[in-house]
Nanobody, 121 residues
Framework: QVQLVESGGDLVQPGGSLRLSCVTS????????MAWHRQAPGKQRELVAS???????TYADSVKGRFTISRNNAKNTVYLQMNGLKPEDTALYYC???????????????WGQGTQVTVSS
């Protein structure tokens, strides 16, 4: 079985910083793209940032220049450094990974349970 476990969510004041982490464990033969998505109450889940296995990154326009995604392939971990947080960043942040569980398996999508980020004074 594959598990994605996020950590690092918290209540922070506007302008503050947080670092989210997501560890992937279980049968992880190859992990391809890893990403962070978020979902605010009453809104659809949206992509925040993604990173390929070779380190190519993409960001939502709303977080460019403030958030940085990175990964450690040896630790099967993806990070999201969030600076200059705004109230509109408040959401449940989900970790995502596209991976194969073995060399015979097809690439599949996996999600974590989410970690809450609340930006408020």
């Amino acid at each position: 079985q594959v598990q994605l476990v996020e950590s690092g969510g918290d209540l922070v004041q506007p302008g503050g910083s947080l670092r989210l982490s997501c560890v992937t464990s279980g049968n992880t033969y190859v992990i391809y793209t890893m990403a962070w998505h978020r979902q605010a109450p009453g809104k659809q889940r949206e992509l925040v940032a993604s990173i390929t296995r070779d380190g190519t990154t993409t960001y939502a326009d709303s977080v460019k220049g403030r958030f940085t995604i990175s990964r450690n392939n040896a630790k099967n971990t993806v990070y999201l450094q969030m600076n200059g947080l705004k109230p509109e960043d408040t959401a449940l942040y989900y970790c995502y990974a596209a991976l194969q569980t073995s060399w015979l398996a097809a690439k599949e999508d996996y999600w974590g349970q989410g970690t809450q980020v609340t930006v408020s004074s």
